[in-house]
C-alpha cells in the first residue's frame, strides 16, 4: 500500500542505468486510513503477548477496539496493550472532571492546529512550493514556521485525541511534552511523538543491542533505528535522510562532546531547536533536490533581503510571529493548567471557541500526520 511505487520507482531508475525497461506496474490504491498508526498498535500487541508481558485477548470486539480505538486511529498516540486494554471492560461513568480536562485539551489542541498550524501554513506552502524563486530570507522563515507547524499540528491532533478519550473516560498517554525547550537532541526524543520513540527503543533499540553493546554497534544500532523511522513516515528519500541525520545527531550526542562546554540553558535549547529546524527541512521538501536548493540559498548569504510573499501582508507575518510567542509563553508559564470553577469553565470554553472562530484559518487542510 505505502511502499511499492516508491521502491518500483527506485528499481525503474537502476534499470534506466542499464538501458533496461521495467515492465513491473505501478499502483493506483487508495490508502488505508491510519495504515502506520494502527499497524504499530497491533505489533505492539503481538510483541507484548508473545513477551509474556499481556495475556492473550480472547475477545475479538475488544481487540478490534483497542486496535482502530476511534479518537487515536489516524495519528495516534500509539497505545500499548498494558495501557488502554483493560480500560474497555472498565464502567465508564461521566466525570465532569475528566469532562473539564477533556474540553481544555480539545479546545487547545484546535487553537493549535487552525489558528497557529493552518496560518503558517499559508507561508510555507508557497515558500516550499516556489523554492527558486524565494529568496534566502523567505526560506529562512519558512523553515522557522514549519518547525512551529509541524508541532502544533501533530501535537494539537494529540490533544484533541487524548481529549476526547478523556470525556469518554478513557487515559490515553502523553504524546508531547514541550520538544522545543529540550537541551539536547536526547532529550527531545523523549519529549517529541513520544509514543513513537518509546515504541521504536523497546522494540527496535533494545532488541538490537541498544547501548549494552561495543560503541560502535550502538551508533549503529542509533542509525538502523532513525533511518527505519524516517522509513515509517513516508516512502521517500527525503525522509530517510531526515531520519538518518537525526541518528548522526544522536551519535554525536553520545559521545557527549558538546557536553564538555559549559553553555546556559537557553543557548543548548537555541541549538537544539536550530538542528532540529535544519533536519525538518527534508522532512519537508518535496525530494531531496528541493532540501538541497534550500540549504544552498541559506548560506548564499548575498541572496537575503526583504521577506515578500504573495499570500501574506507583513501584518499577517507579523501577527504569525506573535502566535509563536503566545504559544511559548503558554507552555512555558500556564503548562497544564485546569480552571477549577464552573461557571468560569464555561466562560472560558464559550471565549476560547470565538477566539478560534475569530482567527481560525478554515481551508479544510487535513492534519500532516495523517499522509503517514
Known amino acids: 500500500f505505502k511502499y511499492w511505487n516508491f521502491l518500483n520507482t527506485n528499481l525503474t531508475q537502476i534499470l534506466n542505468i542499464f538501458e533496461v ?3 513491473v506496474p505501478f499502483l493506483h490504491i487508495l490508502l488505508p486510513i491510519g495504515l502506520s498508526f494502527h499497524t504499530f498498535q497491533a505489533m505492539s500487541y503481538t510483541i507484548e503477548v508473545y513477551r509474556g508481558n499481556k495475556k492473550a485477548e480472547k475477545h475479538f470486539g475488544i481487540y478490534s477496539l483497542y486496535v482502530m480505538f476511534f479518537p487515536q486511529l489516524v495519528a495516534g498516540p500509539i497505545e500499548r496493550p498494558q495501557n488502554l486494554l483493560h480500560q474497555f471492560y472498565e464502567k465508564h461513568n461521566f466525570n465532569f472532571e475528566k469532562f473539564k480536562a477533556g474540553i481544555h485539551l480539545i479546545l487547545w489542541g484546535f487553537f493549535k492546529k487552525v489558528v497557529i498550524a493552518d496560518r503558517l501554513a499559508i507561508f510555507v506552502n508557497e515558500a516550499y512550493g516556489n523554492v527558486n524563486t524565494q529568496n534566502s530570507s523567505n526560506l529562512l522563515l519558512a523553515i522557522l514556521f514549519f518547525s512551529f507547524q509541524i508541532y502544533c499540528d501533530f501535537s494539537g491532533y494529540s490533544d484533541i485525541a487524548i481529549g476526547i478519550a478523556k470525556i469518554l473516560g478513557f487515559d490515553l498517554m502523553k504524546n508531547f511534552d514541550r520538544p522545543y525547550f529540550s537541551q539536547n537532541i536526547t532529550e527531545f526524543w523523549r519529549r517529541w511523538h513520544i509514543s513513537l520513540s518509546t515504541w521504536f ?50 551519535i554525536f550526542d553520545s559521545i557527549k562532546i558538546v557536553n564538555k562546554i559549559i553553555f ?21 521538501a518535496e525530494n531531496i533536490d528541493i532540501a538541497f536548493t534550500i540549504i544552498k540559498k541559506l548560506f548564499s548569504f548575498e541572496s537575503y533581503s526583504n521577506i515578500k510573499s504573495l499570500k501574506m501582508n507583513n501584518n499577517e507575518i507579523y501577527f504569525s510571529l506573535l502566535l509563536i510567542v503566545i504559544l511559548i509563553m503558554k507552555e512555558y508559564f500556564i503548562n497544564n493548567i485546569i480552571i477549577i470553577d464552573r461557571k468560569i469553565f464555561y466562560i472560558f470554553s464559550a471565549f476560547f471557541i470565538f477566539i478560534i472562530y475569530l482567527f481560525g484559518v478554515f481551508n479544510e487542510a487535513q492534519f500532516i500526520y495523517f499522509q503517514f
Open 201 to 250: 527503543k523497546d522494540y527496535l533499540y533494545i532488541p538490537l543491542g541498544g547501548n549494552r553493546v561495543t560503541k560502535h554497534r550502538s551508533y549503529l544500532n542509533i542509525l538502523i533505528v532513525f533511518i527505519i523511522s524516517g522509513i515509517w513516515h513516508g516512502a521517500n528519500w527525503t525522509f530517510i535522510f531526515w531520519g538518518f541525520l537525526h541518528g548522526l545527531y544522536l
Open 264 to 284: 546556559p540553558k537557553s543557548i543548548k535549547i537555541i541549538i537544539t531547536f536550530i538542528l532540529v529546524s535544519f533536519a525538518w527541512i527534508f522532512f519537508r
Open 21 to 23: 525497461e521495467n515492465n
